[in-house]
């Protein structure tokens, strides 16, 4: 098992797509804003399931067993390359239909690593990034991604 880098970010990501981005296959995330952040971050697979019709259509496309999959744990890492306005070609690399990418931001991906045995964190999350073995250092920013 892997010695947790308190240091690093993690990203929290809902099922299926945590699994998708592990196996490579899911290599741009989709978010409502830009980021900044380059390098290699935890992906955290949220408690919570995709919660779009997209998921549902994911699981079977992608011959997932929902139940299998780990959620409310850190399952591994992968690197963010860059960040662009979400274009329609997106559709294939985020796994979802062309018409979730407008207005949203296209998060690239790449070197997916799964752990083993996933984590457990020590710090539940408290936004679109948190800390899982450390508390937040410095002031809280409200509106806004927390710059790290």
Known sequence: ????????IALGIRQPWAELILRGTKTIEVRSKHTAKRGAIYVYASKKFG???AA?????SHQLDEEALPR?????????VD????????????CVPPSYLENHFSWMLANPQRFDEPLTVRFLP???WFYPWKRRNGRSRRG???PV
């Open 126 to 128: 408290y936004g679109v």
């Open 1 to 8: 098992m892997p010695h947790p880098d308190k240091n690093m």
């Open 144 to 146: 806004g991604e927390r």
């Open 51 to 53: 919660g779009i019709a």
């Open 83 to 94: 960040c662009r306005p979400c274009e329609p070609a997106d559709a294939a690399a985020t």
């Open 56 to 60: 549902d259509d994911a699981i079977v």
């Open 72 to 80: 409310g744990l850190i399952v591994g890492t992968v690197e963010i």
